[in-house]
């Protein structure tokens, strides 16, 4: 999944939880911010992993979008990390069950969106600048839902 659609996800989930008066919008921000950083493990191991450009946003974009020159993905995204962040999450909600909501909404939905495989025969692919971007037809189809469902939660 692209970084939109991790964000637009946890996001619009809370910001439902706003309209019912159950959450804050910062706590939506944080939900949908904590979607996209979950990939930061991407920037790790390129730094790890790559000969060149270690230190290279683009070169770790690209690497991750269209070359797969090596994993990208560390513990944090299979079942290790899943259990390690829900025994942090479980200690934190003792402290703050609304901080601990907004966490997990942006850590799970980002490894089942991961995991839902929204790749699919029909991908659209394009050079932005330097970034190659790749999207599937399913992905720009939830995303473009996300967005619509989002326009109509801010005109209620």
């Given at each position: 999944m692209d970084p939109q659609t991790h964000f637009l996800f946890p996001f619009t989930l809370s910001v439902i939880l706003v309209k019912l008066n159950l959450f804050s919008w910062k706590l939506a921000l944080l939900a949908g911010i904590v979607g996209v950083i979950v990939d930061?493990?991407?920037y790790?191991?390129?730094i790890a992993h790559a000969k060149t450009n270690r230190f290279s946003l683009t070169a770790t974009w690209n690497n991750a979008v269209r070359f797969h020159r090596f994993n990208q993905r560390s513990f944090i995204h299979d079942g290790i990390g899943a259990i390690i962040v829900t025994l942090v999450l479980l200690v934190l909600a003792f402290f703050s069950g609304q901080i601990t909501l907004a966490l997990g909404f942006g850590y799970y939905s980002h490894l089942l969106l991961d995991y839902a495989r929204l790749k699919h025969e029909k991908e659209f692919c394009w050079k932005l600048g330097v970034f190659y971007m790749k999207e599937s037809e399913l992905e720009f189809i939830l995303d473009a839902l996300l967005i619509v469902v989002l326009l109509i939660l801010f005109l209620i």
């Open positions: 930061l493990d991407h790790v191991e390129q």
